[in-house]
């Protein structure tokens, strides 16, 4: 069955996330991360996208970017593939391919996922245990976007900017996202959404993209009792 083309509309971000193949190690030395950066400073620049939050796990990547063209996003996945592949090969003398497949990507609504998302990303050293706090871990934006740390990487979204009238009160109030946990919906949402290239947002949202893309955005309810409670308060969640 034919791959049906990503989601991508200019200017509305989206969460990717790109693994080793068999879930294999893509990072083992500290220059390996700053390679990696690097290059993918250099196709965001190139191909005209934005970067707002990321983590570089020791096998995935996760990024949280707004293409500023249609095929932004797809450009610089494939311009920091090539790159990086090229280079982990010559540097532990290895053949092959090294990613799984293509990237997974979801389109999502900003006001009400961007910040939710970024601390998803955020927290994925945390999850899996590898850090007590965001703060710990060197390969990921928090320190950046919750710290001030100078990253030129990194590009603050419309929705960050909102945290405050400056950087000072944005940083202080990212921070204090990040003293509750994320709700297991929230990260069962964004993951879904995510590995099938579902759209994230609410209903109206859902439908906005819809329109625009003359394309399906989520799967096709599979019947039951739409007046029963269970059903009511999926809904619910989804709005």
């Not at 390679?35 to 796990?57: G, S």
Request: include cysteine.
């Amino acid at each position: 069955m034919a791959r049906l083309p990503r989601f991508s509309i200019p200017g509305l971000p989206q969460h990717v996330i790109q693994r080793g193949n068999n879930r294999d190690v893509i990072f083992v030395a500290d220059d390996d991360y700053l390679f990696y950066l690097e290059k993918l400073n250099n196709a965001c620049q190139k191909f005209q996208c934005q970067i707002h939050a990321y983590v570089l796990m020791t096998n995935h990547v996760h990024l949280l970017m707004t293409p500023h063209s249609e095929n932004s996003i797809s450009r610089v996945m494939q311009s920091l593939g090539r790159y990086y592949v090229q280079y982990f090969n010559f540097q532990y003398d290895r053949t092959g391919t090294l990613w799984e497949g293509r990237y997974k990507a979801t389109l999502l609504d900003s006001e009400q996922y961007l910040l939710i998302c970024s601390r998803y990303i955020e927290l994925n050293p945390v999850r899996a245990n590898m850090v007590s706090h965001a703060s710990e871990y060197p390969w990921s934006s928090y320190r950046c976007n919750a710290m001030g740390k100078d990253n030129v990487l990194i590009t603050p979204h419309p929705i960050y900017k909102r945290l405050g009238s400056n950087d000072a009160e944005r940083q202080y109030s990212y921070k204090a996202l990040f003293n509750s946990k994320m709700s297991h919906t929230d990260i069962e949402d964004i993951r879904e959404a995510t590995n099938k290239a579902w759209v994230l947002g609410n209903d109206r949202f859902k439908e906005k993209i819809e329109t625009l893309s003359a394309r399906q955005v989520e799967p096709k309810a599979r019947g039951g009792d739409r007046r029963s409670e269970d059903f009511k308060e999926k809904a619910i969640k989804r709005v």
